[in-house]
């Protein structure tokens, strides 16, 4: 099924203060505040790894990486090389998109070669990309030309002067979730093109492919062959994990709700794909998630699997699984009774698996642990936590194993003072007893240096950053509610507050969710920000997440009450409870507008970013491929007695108990909450007199990516917090 029609604003007055932008019922946004933005957004800029690049022709050694950044005069994020040594600066820009449109890369793959047009083209990568934020990803191929360079290629991006990228799928259908096999013989994908809904895995040849092209300018649309066929009864969604080392087997996660993602293996030469089930499991098959799986990388284990799951508790725990002895070795499941090497009481996730070691990191509260277990070596056996030295926050590795180097790391630091910035750890030496040392807890763990990559650090904050602090409150049943809070003189002070709620609903904020914006209000609005994790957050065990589940649903705004109250009466000293604002994006959109609905006195305002008003037409238009999940949390509409109830809990529906002035913004092009939520909602809204504002974001999916519309949208959320938050007096300026 394509990506939904353009939306018609025909008939509705609006302007068009920024490119990308239409504005309805809106003042003018002050300069200054794109001025003192500016600062916030030049040190929030930050750089992403992308992947290891693979050696090219008889050179053996991998000595780069690929990195994304938007540059200061760039309207979207670019790609970069970069040496993986930190004492070299230089930066390398290989993309030079020229086009207007918030895109997404979803994925980039470096590759030896492929020989797709009857001739070996090495070296590059595979990747998937759309064009303006739909999500309706397509595969793209990037490369440098070497020797012998192929013709111009009718529909090839330009890109001078950086390498060529060829489109290679031409269709209105979803391409995601690439795999590479070791051998560099396959590659694995998902997509909906068999019938616009079920996500299904094929596989195309690199080496030996006979496409039928040759080196010419036509177009080629890459061949592949279905692995897993159309479901007989319901939907599949498949999530290609990892391919084994010797090519034989797939390991497939079908995603079917948050809650139910159940683990499977099939062939690479097709097949009905065979349900894993895990013996002695303490969990029911239907309340069971495998968030993560892989193959081992040792060719005399080749079908020995490493898992990442709730099947042994609520919490995601990593164990090992022998396909053919159908045994389970525990690694974190916390449950005394089954002996884990390290029994870890938190969420594991990030799974890497390679000949020598595996490292994962657990979510600890909301910030970041890195654990490797040594398969080999003197610490064979043994799990030991890998701290780097750093002050401290969210981090994730990356590492070059694929190229030989186990040890050799990337990590992305986010802290409170700096967004994403790339350094390298290289563990190579440090993973030996005499380094290990023991925490408060009796914990063995090993600290490691970090090695700044210079290039690929934002610019430093020059304006006070602190960190978050957690605090905690007892919700209307009992159910405790952790949530990050800031403020900006750390309580000595009254401070008017903004409630941010994460979207998702299965997201979670963590010790560094924060954003250009929540800076601004600190600094010079003088207010303090909460980030809430309401039931129905990852984070904090598989109950807590199904705790809103479907009829549950409004029992996470009664959440937002209960914190409303908290504040009344537990920091009265320091929050100013006449003067709070609710905002968020896309679950947290509607969080919004349903808490503004239950609470109409007790907010001053609402900011709603892409947010779910009516929740049948939602579940109706929202991409086929992502209707049947969401609707295993959220309820199916379908079911009478259950759009009875979608309908009642519906912010359209209820518009008209808001008091508080609200402004939503939505991008154009987005696939998962469509444009027409937003714009409905604020026509609503605005017919019972309460001020209401809407920016709608061309060419944007969900969540902005342009540089013009993320300036605009950030300004223009300021200048609405600045009026009705924090001088109401000044309201209509």
């Known amino acids: ?90 930066m390398e820009r290989i993309t030079h998109f020229d086009f207007k449109g918030g895109r997404i890369i ?103 492919s006979d496409t039928g092209a040759t080196a010419d300018s036509n177009p080629l649309t890459l061949p592949s062959r279905l692995v897993t066929p159309l479901p007989e009864n319901g939907h599949s969604r498949w ?5 084994s080392i010797d090519d034989e087997y797939l390991v497939l996660i079908d995603v079917q709700t948050s809650a139910f993602r159940p683990l499977f293996i099939v062939p690479t030469s097709g097949g009905h794909p065979e349900r894993i089930l895990l013996p002695n499991a303490t969990e029911s098959e239907a309340e069971t998630a495998f968030a993560s799986a892989s193959f081992s990388r040792d060719p005399n284990q080749p079908h020995l699997l490493y898992l990442v799951g709730d099947a042994f508790g609520a919490f995601q725990s990593i164990c090992t699984y022998d396909i053919k002895t159908r045994s389970v070795i525990h690694i974190t499941t916390p449950q005394h009774d089954l002996r884990s090497l390290r029994p870890i009481d938190w969420d594991c996730s990030r799974l890497a698996v390679n000949s020598e070691c595996v490292y994962f990191q657990a979510n600890v ?50 802290s409170h003072l700096s967004q994403n910035r790339l350094a390298r750890m290289d563990l190579d030496g440090y993973i030996i007893p005499e380094n290990v040392k023991t925490d408060e807890n009796g914990g063995s763990y090993i600290p490691v240096p970090v090695f700044p990559y210079k290039q690929a650090t934002p610019v430093p904050p020059s304006y006070p950053t602190f960190p978050s602090k957690i605090i905690r409150f007892k919700s209307f049943d009992g159910l405790e509610i952790p949530c990050m809070y800031y403020h900006p003189t750390d309580g000595k002070t009254m401070a008017p507050l903004v409630v941010d709620i994460h979207g998702g609903p299965e997201s979670q904020s963590d010790s560094n969710r924060r954003s250009p914006i929540h800076w601004y ?44 109250d908290h504040v009344e009466t537990s920091m009265a000293n320091e929050l100013d409870s006449k003067r709070i604002a609710v905002m968020g994006g896309s679950y947290g959109g509607y969080m919004t507008l349903a808490t503004l609905i239950h609470f109409p006195t007790r907010f001053a305002c609402g900011v709603a970013n892409f947010p779910v008003a009516h929740w049948p037409s939602f579940l109706e238009k929202t991409a086929p491929s992502r209707a049947n999940h969401r609707r295993g949390k959220y309820g199916d509409e ?23 002035p609200l402004q939503i913004a939505h991008g154009d092009s987005d ?52 009026r009705y938050l924090v001088s109401p007096r000044n309201a209509g300026l």
């Open 638 to 660: 379908r079911i009478p007695e259950i759009r009875a109830f979608l309908e009642r809990i519906s912010p359209i529906n209820r518009a008209s108990e808001i008091a508080a």
């Open 239 to 243: 999530s290609i994990e990892s391919i």
């Open 521 to 564: 209000l600190m600094n010079e609005l003088g207010c303090a920000v909460i980030l809430p994790n309401v039931r129905g957050s990852r984070g904090y065990g598989k109950h807590f997440m199904a705790a809103d589940s479907v009829e549950k649903r409004e029992d996470s705004v009664k959440d937002i009450g209960a914190l409303l």
């Open 106 to 208: 979803g994925s980039f793959h470096p590759i030896v070669g492929e020989d797709w047009r009857g001739v070996w083209r090495s070296g590059g990568h595979v990747f998937t990309m759309d064009l303006n934020g739909n999500e309706y990803f397509q595969l793209w191929r990037y490369w440098e030309d070497g020797d012998t360079p192929l013709p111009a290629i009718d529909g090839e991006l330009q890109n001078s002067p950086g390498g060529r990228i060829e489109r290679l799928t031409h269709d209105e259908n979803k391409y995601l979730n690439i795999v590479i096999s070791d051998s560099q013989k396959i590659m694995a994908f998902v997509s909906n093109k068999e019938n616009g809904t079920d996500l299904l895995v094929y596989i195309s040849q690199m080496t030996d």
């Open 1 to 90: 099924m394509a990506p939904p029609a353009p939306f018609d604003y025909s008939g509705l007055e609006f302007t068009e203060p920024a490119e990308q932008i239409k504005a309805f019922n809106m003042k003018a946004v002050p300069q200054r505040i794109f001025e003192d933005m500016r600062k916030y957004e030049a040190a929030a800029r930050g750089f992403a790894f992308t992947c290891f690049e693979k050696p090219r022709g008889s050179d053996n050694t991998a000595n780069n990486a690929i990195i994304q950044h938007r540059p200061e005069d760039s309207q979207v994020a670019e790609l970069y090389r970069i040496s993986l040594d930190p004492q070299v600066n230089s």
């Open 671 to 722: 696939s998962r909450i469509p444009v027409d939520q937003a714009v409905r909602m604020w026509q609503t809204v605005t017919k019972s007199r309460v001020h209401s504002e809407l920016m709608v974001c061309a060419k944007e999916g969900h969540g902005f990516k342009q540089r013009s519309v993320i300036e605009f949208t950030n300004a223009a959320k300021l200048h609405f917090l600045e």
């Open 365 to 414: 509260d909301g910030y970041a642990a890195l654990f490797i277990w040594q398969l080999h070596g003197p610490l064979k056996g043994k799990v030991v936590q890998i701290k780097p030295q750093w002050e401290g926050g969210q981090f994730t590795v990356h590492t070059n194993a694929r190229n030989g180097k186990p040890y050799e790391l990337i990590v992305t630091l986010r």
